[in-house]
């Protein structure tokens, strides 16, 4: 089957606005250009995403996904934005069997700019099983120099997240936007457009600016990846479903300081290499 037909609209990721400085001095700064994108399904409308609007083909392909109202992108035939409305058309091959009835319960999460789930948030998660893969600590820190290295919008604006995806110390993509669970949603997206091997999330890292709720170590576990690195925190809901998943969740994550909140065993340990870096 055909992969899907996606448009390629882009727009400004940040915006050039005067602001005054501490030293009462008037200057010209960027900000994040964000943006309202109304999602319709078959010419139903579903949602409304506030997104920077990066690559919002993969967010709306990838927030299908996440919400398991498709099984694959083979289900979808296309999907059209229009910056100038503000909407993004899905036209399904097949329709979506009880779209109404999926998503008239909605859970507004944890995540920035309010991020829902459709349904019970907790649903399926125990029929979900990872793999055994795991990391050394010398490729978390390989994993976090990339993080540094890398040219973002949060360098030059502020206000978004980032989140990627790696294959041990390689980056396989980077995507930013207003809330960390748009920006997992657009990676996993992307994820679905790939090959084989790269769609399969058994041997990949998630890593992410955003605190680690439930949402999260959900989305990443729904990606099958079994191993989720954070800048930021966790969350006592998001530790409990990552300890039921065997999923590990590293916090804290910045320079050769981290904290692993849950399945150490999927961490090789190597604490000279912190030691050495004080």
């Known amino acids: 089957m055909p992969a899907p037909q996606l448009t390629q609209a882009r727009a400004p990721l940040t915006e050039r606005v005067p602001a005054i400085d ?3 001095q008037a200057q010209q700064v960027s900000i994040p250009a964000e943006r ?5 399904v078959d010419k139903r409308e579903l949602v409304t995403l506030m997104t920077l609007g990066a690559r919002p083909e993969w967010l709306v392909l990838g927030y299908l996904r996440n919400q398991r109202l498709l099984g694959s992108a083979d289900e979808v035939e296309s999907i059209s934005v229009d910056w100038e409305v503000g909407a993004a058309s899905v036209k399904t091959r097949h329709g979506i069997e009880r779209l109404a009835e ?3 319960q909605r859970v507004v999460t944890t995540g920035c700019g309010q991020g829902s789930v459709f349904g019970d948030l907790m649903a399926d998660v125990e029929e979900i099983r990872l793999g055994d893969a795991g990391l050394t600590q010398a490729q978390l820190y390989g994993l976090l120099n990339a993080i540094r290295l890398q040219e973002s919008t949060y360098k030059s604006a502020g ?3 980032g989140c990627a995806l790696f294959a041990g110390e390689r980056m396989l993509c980077f995507i930013e ?3 960390r669970h748009n920006a997992i949603d657009t990676i996993a997206g992307w994820m679905w457009l790939q090959d084989a091997a790269t769609q399969r999330g058994g041997d990949k890292i998630f890593y992410t600016t955003g605190r680690l709720t439930s949402e999260m170590i959900i989305k990443s576990a729904q990606m099958g990846v079994p191993i989720v690195v954070s800048r930021s925190g966790i969350t006592q809901m998001g530790l409990q479903v990552a300890e039921r998943l065997g999923l590990c ?5 910045m320079n050769k300081r981290f904290l692993c909140y849950s399945a ?4 090789q340990w190597q604490p000279e290499l ?3 870096s004080t």
């Open 264 to 267: 150490p065993g999927r961490l």
């Open 36 to 40: 309202s994108l109304t999602v319709y």
């Open 177 to 179: 936007d207003v809330g």
């Open 22 to 24: 501490e030293h009462g």
């Open 102 to 104: 999926r998503t008239a």
């Open 249 to 253: 969740a590293i916090g804290r994550a």
């Open 274 to 276: 912190a030691a050495a």
């Open 159 to 161: 206000s978004v997240h």
